[in-house]
Nanobody, 121 residues
Framework: QVQLVESGGGLVQAGGSLRLACTASLRTFSTYNMGWFRQAPGKEREFVAVNKWSGGSQYYADSVKGRFTISRDNTKKTVYLQMNSLKPEDTAVYYC??????????????WGQGTQVTVSS
């Protein structure tokens, strides 16, 4: 069974920082695109960032560009999301996902159970 486990969520004040991590039990982690998505109450799940397996290209949603940084460590089979200058509107459940093809959409094959990020004003 493939499992993706997120960690690092919590409560933080506006302007603060959090670092999320996701460890995936994928046999070939280095050949999967690793993405981060988020879902606020009553809203659809939305794309946040992705690190592609081929070339390590990074893509970000406009709402987080310049504040969030995605990275990966293939030896640890872990993808990270460094979140700086957090805003209340960043409050959501954050999910990591893995797929060999998907990038900016929600059509990823594997998903974690999510970690809550709450930003207070």
């Amino acid at each position: 069974q493939v499992q993706l486990v997120e960690s690092g969520g919590g409560l933080v004040q506006a302007g603060g920082s959090l670092r999320l991590a996701c460890t995936a039990s994928l046999r070939t982690f280095s050949t999967y695109n690793m993405g981060w998505f988020r879902q606020a109450p009553g809203k659809e799940r939305e794309f946040v960032a992705v690190n592609k397996w081929s070339g390590g290209s990074q893509y970000y949603a406009d709402s987080v560009k310049g504040r969030f940084t995605i990275s990966r460590d293939n030896t640890k089979k872990t993808v990270y999301l460094q979140m700086n200058s957090l805003k209340p509107e960043d409050t959501a459940v954050y999910y990591c996902a893995a797929d060999r093809i998907a990038t900016l959409t929600t059509e990823y094959h594997y998903w974690g159970q999510g970690t809550q990020v709450t930003v207070s004003s």
